[in-house]
């Protein structure tokens, strides 16, 4: 496996940047005359892998996929890919065959044999769900010209989980929400958001915790919609009113309360530049509230791709594969502590 | 009343001020004829004051005391006095006729009508407990000279509460452990205390919380003991052991991890430079860390009576007689923060 230290993602920062980090589509599918993943055994499992393997290379019209059977990959790797957010937690501790496919960009990923037979994800920076799902589609699309997926004309996309059935869609965007979590109206948005029937998940997804402010939000209901449908309602309607949400409660706060806002932003500087140890997680922190220090304007010399790039560079298993020194784990904190005091020497605050 | 801005005490460091802030010497006395402050009557009590008062101005040889009934000093005034170390949380929240007595250097005090008629109260800044013992005797020894004190030969002097029965005396010391609380030894020298019959309290002693790893140490024991045999085991050994310990506690993380302390102190040191908003609390623990790193050898620019002089000045009361608009909680926070960022332009880290 060849993963560099950098993540692609993070080149550009994408459109409404200064609210959501991410935009992400994700397709389940099933192929017909193969048990769901669970119940399959391992023979099935090898060639549901070979199958969409030789089926991706057909498929001409989207990016070519590299293939990575996990078996293959290690531990420290598995870790980067659950860093890039292209693989999830559970399939990179899983032990049964499974694969994933990376485009070269990454923004296209597929894995065989998580839940489902695939999950097939789109990222794009920023808000651009449309980007995302055109991406996803397209390759759907001309996956199922050569593979039969498990349909069924009534229900639709039949899913291991019957949350997924239908059209099988999930649209997230990782939306950084500090404002809102500073005036108190996080706990609001996160209710009306669940009234919306939608997901409201930590920083690496399911079961994780928010940390920094981010927040995955997505859609739950997949059966009897469309992706039109889902593209009005969440990408045209959700998300907009969200970071309109976020804008107005950091307006409110620089007009208000600007002492609270630089009080936070400037320490968190200060301190990614002073400290000499820091956990991944506290520096994922402070970066957040460096990334509300440039989306409020009081921080110049640094922008939001970069910001990103930080973001996962600094996480264990990238540090690790710029450092590998970085093993132990009170040396990794130094390394890490170095890294970001260099990284920031031409930020300016005030 | 008339309390300035600064305390004298900060004015110098004294001894072995890398771990002893300041030493403290108290003796409670009450007077023969009078019952104890609860028992008496309002009448009495002012009678107590009146004689206590008029029994100092006789003791030639002592610091002159000016004399404040607690009556007649504001909310604002007793909490000075508190924070200073002057009056217990007690007395500046009593009711009760009761008065405070107060050199000019503010080493001799005098609370009349606390839990006993009279506790004589000496201060040094660092470790000199025999200076303070000597302060305290002296004007203890003239005050018996016109005043019956209330003393059984078979007990010694009587107390208002069993545990100061006999001599009266309490030696304490304000001690400062960051390095046996950063490697975890602390609580092993509280075990160990409390088996020799210290007491281990907090920044503001009884009852109070230790914070940024000032600990107030005393005996508990005063009878059947003489004042020498408390400054043999107390001041010559037990105080020294301590220092002892908290030095080599210090040189090993120095040695071993020096990361460690220069991780904290240059956070503390940025963090005091950055914010825009502190609490009293949170100033105290920076400035804590700052303490540790003027000791280590990590700080330049700053002494520790300055220091010592800082942590009384960013305290609520103090602040608000230097700036009177910081009677807003917020205002206070944003002036503090101010303050201290001034105040540590010179200092230099590394």
Redesign the interface.
Known sequence: MRLGPKDPLSAGAGPEADVVARSRIRLARNLAGFPFVARATDVQRREVVDLVRRAGAACRDSPALEWHPMSQTSAHERQLLVERHLVSRNFASTEIACAVGLSADERLSVMVNEEDHLRIQALAPGFDLRAAMSLASSFDDALGRTVDYAFSPRWGHLTACPTNVGCGIRLSVMVHLPSLKLTGELERVKRAAKDLNLAVRGFYGEGTEAIGSFFQISNQVTLGVSEDDLLEEFADRVVPQIVTYEREARSMLLDRSR??V??KV??A???L?????LTADEALKLLSSLRLGISAGLVSGLTLDRLSSLVVQTQPAHLLSSEPSAKDE?TAK?IR?NFLRQALRDVEVG
Do not use: G, H, P
């Open positions: 002492l609270v630089e009080d400037w320490r500087v200060a301190t530049r002073a400290a000499r140890l009170q130094a502590a």
